[in-house]
């Protein structure tokens, strides 16, 4: 509940109160994993990769889930290094089952490295295919920067209607 809170608060307010909140939760608590992932999501979101990437470094090194790996990939391709997100996203595809294609991932890891045409068109693959967790789209913090660009707008209309 904590935690929501925190994410509330940023949707409502900004980045600073949420950072508090989620930096306050981790005080009490440095291992409780959907805090530190969504105190690195808003970093993220506001510009502060550097310190994001540590976060979800951090909790790939515990569980390498393709939401963490991708999640990395965009901090690192937002500070430039975009030989380590293609390997990130190698490694996502690797994991995925060969009947789910990992099109939100690989959206937010394209997004990260600045091509957001091949991000809109893993969204639209994932709309098509109606992936139920899609929903997700409509908060995620690594998608929010194609708001306006292309059909994204309508994608999310789409996805939102749905969820």
Request: hydrophobic residues 50%; aromatic residues 8%; glycine residues 8%.
């Amino acid at each position: 509940m904590q935690t929501t809170l925190g994410l509330a608060l940023y949707e409502a307010a900004g980045g600073e109160r949420a950072q508090a909140h989620l930096r306050a939760i981790l005080g009490a608590d440095p291992d409780y994993v959907p805090a530190r992932f969504h105190l690195g999501a808003i970093l993220a979101e506001t510009g502060a990769y550097a310190e994001a990437l540590p976060l979800f470094e951090a909790l790939i090194a515990e569980e390498p889930r393709a939401t963490y790996i991708a999640a990395a990939a965009y901090a690192r391709a937002r500070l430039g290094d975009a030989k380590g997100a293609i390997a990130a996203l190698a490694a996502i595809e690797a994991q995925a089952p060969r009947d789910h294609p990992p099109y939100v991932y690989r959206a937010i890891v394209l997004n990260g490295l600045g091509r957001q045409a091949g991000a809109l068109r893993e969204l639209r693959a994932a709309v098509r295919e109606e992936k139920p967790w899609l929903c997700t789209v409509c908060l995620d913090p690594f998608l929010r920067t194609l708001r306006g660009v292309g059909d994204y707008d309508s994608l999310f209309q789409i996805v939102t209607v749905s969820a």
